[in-house]
């Protein structure tokens, strides 16, 4: 699930004290995941771009900073896993990542993931002077940083041995304390590029995130085209997507939302993280823990 996820554009600050219980619900429901949206300025549905499941955000909706929330969360909760949907690798420099990403491990009893992207939203970069460089520097480092951050969660304390990039020299990747996730945190990569982001996946990710429709099982044969030249097994990977979990005012949409669930997993897809629509109101997760979990637990 991602917080926020409204479609109204209300303050987000006077609802946050009552959106406290949401962990400790969130946990309750057996709901699998909190993830928060991984860009500083925007809503989760923007940054996804999937204009067909999630309502859309902008540089002017509401989102608390991702890390900080996951942290509380992660102090609130003991069963749910904690990720990034997703880092912006152009925002962030990789030992700072591995270091942020460890100390939610750390801190949350091995509950985090690494949720990374290539970043695609170009308008909040410039708006907020963040680097955006051309997409193919963008991929370069987002392959970089997650070879470095495998580097920093190698061993007990890292490995030593200098890594030297084309965009990042690191002297000394040593990571103290280390991840209690072993070998490391489970690595999620966000995208559906065939040539090169499931390339990434295959080659170094626990799961990939996709966007929902119908062109999913060809994404997922490519996928599985990339593992068998990577030498990679293709069902050890996770194969994820995002949505929305629009239950409806009074759940009213939990037939249509069961029914999509449904379609997704006929397609191949194993998880979904979905925004909540009105979920600082606490009652669509109550429905959701009631009625569509366990009407979708055996899919």
């Known amino acids: 699930m991602i917080l926020p996820g409204r479609e109204e554009r209300v303050s987000l600050a006077p609802h946050w004290s009552r959106s406290r219980r949401l962990p400790t619900r969130g946990d309750l429901i057996g709901s699998g995941r909190w993830t928060m949206c991984g860009n500083p300025t925007i809503s989760a549905g923007r940054s996804a771009r999937c204009s067909r499941a999630i309502p859309p955000g902008g ?29 912006a690798a152009p925002y962030w420099h990789p030992v700072l990542l591995a270091k942020t990403v460890t100390t939610l491990d750390v801190l949350s009893g091995g509950r985090a993931w690494l949720g990374i992207g290539v970043g695609d939203y170009e308008e909040e970069a410039h708006g907020s002077g963040l680097p955006f460089p051309p997409l193919q520097e963008r991929y370069e480092r987002l392959e970089e940083m997650l070879q ?3 580097r920093m969660w190698h061993g007990e304390q ?4 200098p890594f030297e990039g084309k965009h990042y020299r690191i002297a000394h990747p040593l990571n103290l304390p280390q991840s209690l996730t072993r070998p490391h945190p489970p690595i999620l990569i966000a995208g559906s590029g065939e040539q090169k982001t499931l390339r990434l996946v295959a080659r170094y990710a626990d799961a ?8 999913i099982p060809k994404k997922l044969e490519v996928l599985r085209q990339h593992c068998e030249a990577e030498g990679r097994d293709y069902d050890v990977i996770e194969k994820t997507c995002m949505f929305a979990f629009d239950v409806g005012e009074d759940g009213s949409k939990v037939g249509e939302l069961i029914g999509q669930l449904r379609w997704l997993a006929g397609m191949g897809i194993q998880t979904v993280l979905g925004v909540v629509p009105h979920v600082y109101r606490i009652t669509p997760l109550e429905i959701i823990g009631r009625e569509v979990i366990p009407a979708v637990a055996d899919l």
């Open 158 to 161: 890292g490995d030593a041995r």
């Open 59 to 87: 540089p002017e909706r509401e989102v608390l900073s991702c890390y900080p929330t996951l942290t509380y969360l992660a102090a609130h909760t003991s069963r749910i896993k904690l990720l990034a949907l997703a880092t």
């Open 148 to 150: 470095i951050c495998l």
């Open 208 to 215: 990939c995130n996709l966007r929902p429709g119908p062109e």
